[in-house]
């Protein structure tokens, strides 16, 4: 909370009563020379005290404006962050779609499903199915590059945008997430271990799409890896190609 006034009277009350006694030397006319000199000598002193008053105040107006830029940092990270994975969250990708299609630079949308998870939360409980999203964002992030954006869209549902780059190099990237995880072991709190496969849907972005566009060709294309059989990546055609009408 910000002090207020009389937080500043009480901490600083000696440098207040320094300067209060100033203006009463001040407004008295001095006998003589010598105390104009007197009189002069204890207003450095004065002025002197009155910087290092500002100085005690300048630091508490640092400190506070420190904490409430942190604050804002926290709040602004919990809005954008999954709590779970510490991955981004859905609300943060559909801030970042149109930003990168503003950019004019080639990009992919890559929507993922872990296969049967409902299985894993009715078989072993919810907490054993958290530890498994948690490493399979860990995967996802060792897959991609630092320019890439990796979010939890919900559930067991993720998004990837792959930066500046085509739809086949897209392709190979989603086939190494795909085999990553199925060669994968997953711990879970009792300390098994079960195996886990993902499905992958894929879509370039085209001038002229939308992002509800962009976000409903990639499901289509998640939904034809699950009706291959799972444990696939789907590639969609682009706008251009009718057969998506």
């Known amino acids: 909370m910000q002090p207020n006034r009389h937080t500043y009277m009480r901490l600083f009350s000696g440098e207040f009563s320094i300067l209060q006694d100033a203006r009463n030397d001040l407004i008295e006319l001095p006998a003589s020379q010598e105390e104009i000199i007197q009189r002069y000598s204890l207003l450095i002193d004065h002025y002197d005290k009155l910087l290092r008053t500002a100085l005690k105040l300048s630091r508490i107006s640092d400190i506070q404006g420190q904490s409430l830029t942190n604050q804002n940092d926290r709040l602004k990270q919990q809005s954008e962050t999954d709590y779970l994975t510490g991955l981004y969250n859905v609300r943060k990708l559909g801030e970042c779609i149109p930003a990168w299609m503003s950019k004019g630079l080639p990009f992919v949308l890559l929507l993922l499903d ?19 999203l948690k490493s399979v964002a860990s995967i996802l992030t060792e897959q991609t590059g630092p320019d890439d954006f990796v979010c939890r869209s919900g559930g067991e549902e993720f998004s990837i945008l792959l930066h500046n780059i085509g739809l086949l190099q897209a392709e190979n990237v989603a086939q190494n997430i795909r085999q990553k995880v199925e060669e994968s072991r ?39 890896s699950k009706e291959l059989g799972r444990n696939k990546v789907s590639l969609f055609p682009p706008l251009s190609d009718k057969r998506h009408l």
């Open 186 to 224: 997953f711990w879970l709190l009792a300390g098994e271990s079960v195996g886990i496969t993902i499905s992958i849907g894929a879509v370039e972005y085209a001038p002229g799409m939308s992002s509800e566009d962009l976000l409903v060709c990639a499901d289509d294309a998640l939904y034809l």
């Open 114 to 132: 872990i296969d049967y998870f409902k299985n894993i939360n009715d078989t072993f409980g919810h907490l054993s199915g958290d530890e498994v």
